[in-house]
C-alpha cells in the first residue's frame, strides 16, 4: 500500500483532560452553545502553558474515549445534530464521515475551538466545552489569526443546509 504507515506504531499520550460537571447527555444537548468546564493540563506540561494567557481562544485536540471499535467504523453518517434544530434525519443528506464532526470515525479525534476565561497554574477555565468529562486532551494551541480564515467555499448542498436551519448566517 502506497503511504502505509506499517511498523509506525504511532503512541500518543494525554497532556490532561477535560474537568466539567455536566453530564454526558447535558454536553451533548447543549450544543452549538456548549457548557462550561476546565482542562486540567498535567503537572509535567504545565510549563508549556507560558504565554497562553491573554488568548480569547484555545484549540483542544482531544481523543473521544467513549467511542466504540464498531462505532470506529462508521464512514458515512448524517448530521444528526441537525435533528435538535427540527431537522428530520431522513432530509439531512448522507456523507462521509471525513465531511462531518461526527464522533464515529476510525480514529476518534476531536477537534473544538474554546473561550479561554482564565489559567490557574495548570488549569484552563473554558467555555463552549464539546467534551465530556475525563476526556483525554492530546494538545492544545492558542488560537491565532493564522487559524481564521477569510475566504473558503461550501458545496452547494452544505449551503442548502445552513440556510434551512438558519446556521453561520452571513
Known sequence: MMGSADGLGIV?????????????????????????????VYPEYGEGLEGLDGFSHVIALAW???????ERRTLRVRFRRLTRLGARPEELP???VFT?????RPNPIAITVLRLRSIERNVLRVSGLDLY???PILDLRA???????????LPS???AILGKFRLFEG
Open 100 to 104: 462531518s464532526d461526527s464522533p464515529h
Open 64 to 70: 473521544l474515549h467513549k467511542v466504540s471499535e464498531e
Open 133 to 135: 468529562n475525563g476526556t
Open 143 to 153: 488560537y491565532t489569526p493564522a487559524y481564521s480564515l477569510k475566504r473558503f467555499e
Open 12 to 40: 500518543i499520550q494525554p497532556i490532561g483532560y477535560v474537568e466539567t460537571r455536566y453530564s454526558d447527555e447535558e454536553v451533548s444537548r447543549s450544543w452549538p452553545a456548549g457548557v462550561d468546564g476546565s482542562i486540567v
Open 94 to 96: 448522507e456523507v462521509g
Open 157 to 159: 448542498w452544505y449551503r
